[in-house]
Nanobody, 121 residues
Framework: VQLQASGGGLVQAGGSLRLSCAAS????????MGWFRQAPGKEREFVGSISWRGGTTIYADNVRGRFTISRDNAKMYLQMNTLKPEDTAIYYCVVARSSYSGRDTADYQYWGQGTQVTVSS
């Protein structure tokens, strides 16, 4: 499975961006999907995840209430509102190894190439 993330860019603090992720094909099982991000000099961190049918979403504490994940078949979206400078990072879309949508990088099998999000103050 190849993942293509898009929609990143430069935005002022308080602004919004919508990231998209397209998978080259559907996985053979009901895999969860998610987003991670990595800021310069920091470890990759969990942003959020969504179940196969989209009924269950999980968010990191620092984005809950501002970010929303949705999916439509093999596409997934990350709506980011009220962006802060600390949200600046490369954002990666991921496909889980199973229907379980954990918070650890090891829970995810496929990774996209990442898209840069920069939030200016």
């Amino acid at each position: 499975v190849q993942l293509q993330a898009s929609g990143g860019g430069l935005v002022q603090a308080g602004g919004s961006l919508r990231l998209s992720c397209a998978a080259s094909r559907r996985t053979s099982s009901n895999n969860a999907m998610g987003w991670f991000r990595q800021a310069p000099g920091k470890e990759r961190e969990f942003v959020g995840s969504i179940s196969w049918r989209g009924g269950t979403t999980i968010y990191a504490d620092n984005v809950r209430g501002r970010f929303t994940i949705s999916r439509d078949n093999a596409k997934m979206y990350l709506q980011m509102n009220t962006l802060k400078p600390e949200d600046t990072a490369i954002y990666y879309c991921v496909v889980a190894r199973s229907s379980y949508s954990g918070r650890d990088t090891a829970d995810y099998q496929y990774w996209g190439q990442g898209t840069q999000v920069t939030v200016s103050s």
